[in-house]
């Protein structure tokens, strides 16, 4: 059984936060000793409790869309007396979705259940009090036996559960046009961001004006966690988020000044420019690289492209055997209209049956341990493989590293460098994001 590094951000946080910086078996989900919550079970009522029951997410386009079709496709087969009700905003990583969610909060008008990452940005509803522990239903399904300790981990605090794992995605995956880069005469994968550049040259030179496909600031955000990750090594990442590792130390200016470099060779993109029309840019042979979560691998195959044929695929060169994780959950807010058809969502969520049919269309992988990876298609399997082996390092863009007041904080760094692309105040600003949020 091999320990693994599953450190996030939670550390020094005022709630006594299960597993931060905790390690465990993800393959078998060892017993996670923080969930000893409630003991009841969810009582299930045939066809459902009845009613509407709003679910919020951002899942409102393209693969994304398809992914929340195929959920809402069975949970009108198994829970035929509840109505489903599409509260989903556009905007990938929530970036428009996360500002209504909290205004919808703050005013006591909360849907029956949303989309929440594990990690750090759970623990904002926590500490809010706008979430409830969903410990029976949690329970109903397989609790410890089925879901990873280092999940759940990230689920849990102070003994209960606070959210039901739909799915776990990868953040520092490459993606690539197998065709721009024969072209261009590029053999291999990279083995650290420097070769990368040096490929990018020749792409370059080929007559690809753009060799690397980057949308809005968010996306920044993650092409420059990934950056980070490589520069630093995953021990060193994960501790920025500790305080072991400085961000004004000479292995952030580093990264940083990769990630300027990177961008000399991207396209022009605007703050709200979202992910889908970057993984374009590879589909279509505009650019050669997207740095992209593995939702992207939906959006090749929603064009027909295959695998191995069309498109490749590497983790970030430099960052081989990590896996930059995060995971999309659902929640019970507290004042829900319909708690017992948000739980039967939940329930839908979190059963092998949701996770299979939903991970399929999303392209992630079942946070359930129980899914078997055969029926799955090839990056799937493989990504399985990643997550069981690899170290797990968590993601800055998506919730799991840190908090939704020092990612904000991040981004605005982030699209502040885009526009002036001084290396030196990114580096200022970043490390202030970190003094100021930080707990
Ligand atoms: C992430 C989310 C993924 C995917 C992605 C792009 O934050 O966890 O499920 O939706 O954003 O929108």
């Known amino acids: 059984m091999r320990r693994r590094t599953f450190t996030a951000a939670c550390l020094g946080t005022t709630l006594a936060l299960a597993g931060c910086g905790g390690s465990g078996d993800a393959k078998t989900g060892g017993p996670a000793t923080s969930s000893s919550g409630p003991e009841q079970t969810a009582k299930s009522v045939p ?14 386009a393209g693969s994304e869309k398809a992914g929340l079709e195929a959920l809402q496709k069975l949970f009108k087969e198994k829970y035929s007396k509840d109505t489903f009700v599409n509260l989903a905003v556009a905007g990938g990583a929530g970036s428009n979705a996360k500002a209504k969610l909290s205004t919808d909060l703050q005013n006591g008008n909360p849907p029956d259940s949303f989309q929440g990452h594990a990690g750090a940005e759970l623990t904002d509803y926590i500490r809010k009090g706008q979430i409830v522990p969903v410990n029976d239903v949690f329970k109903t399904l397989g609790g410890e036996s089925v879901f990873p300790k280092d999940l759940l981990d990230r689920l849990t605090v102070k003994g209960n559960i606070y959210s039901v794992p739909s799915n776990i995605h990868r953040a520092n995956v490459v993606w690539t046009n197998l065709d721009v880069l024969k072209k261009a005469g590029v053999n291999g994968t990279p083995k650290d961001i420097d070769a ?6 020749k792409v ?116 081989d055997g990590t896996f930059d994780f995060l995971a999309d959950s659902f929640t019970l807010p507290k004042g829900a209209k319909n708690p017992a058809g948000a739980k039967d969502w939940l329930s839908l969520v979190g059963s092998a049956e949701g996770q299979k049919a939903f991970n399929m269309a999303k392209g992630s992988i079942p946070a359930r341990t129980d899914v078997a990876p055969d029926d799955f298609p090839k990056y799937q399997q493989s990504a399985m493989k990643s997550f069981k082996d690899d170290k797990i390092a968590s993601s800055i863009a998506h919730g799991a590293a840190v908090n939704q007041a020092w990612l904000s904080d991040i981004t605005t760094a982030v699209s502040k460098f885009y526009g002036s692309k001084d290396g030196a105040t990114l580096v200022k600003d970043l490390a202030a994001a970190a003094q100021k949020n930080a707990r």
Do not use: C, R
């Open 196 to 201: 990368w550049i040096s490929d990018m040259k």
């Open 204 to 319: 370059k030179s080929s007559g690809v004006s753009t060799p690397l496909g980057i949308g809005g600031s968010w996306t920044q955000v993650q092409l420059l966690e990934t950056v980070l990750l490589s520069d630093l090594g995953t021990d060193g990442y994960s501790g920025l988020f500790t305080g072991d590792t400085k961000w004004d130390s000479d292995g952030v200016k580093k990264a940083v000044a990769h990630f300027k470099t990177l961008l000399t060779y991207a396209n022009t993109a605007s703050d709200g420019d979202d992910w889908p029309p970057a993984t374009d840019m590879v589909i279509a042979g505009k650019a050669a690289y997207n740095v992209m979560g593995d939702w992207a691998v939906a959006e090749f195959t929603s064009k027909n492209k295959k695998d191995g044929k069309d498109y490749g695929y590497f983790p970030v060169p430099g960052t």
């Open 47 to 60: 066809g459902g409790a009845g009613g509407d029951v709003g679910v919020f997410t951002w899942w409102a």
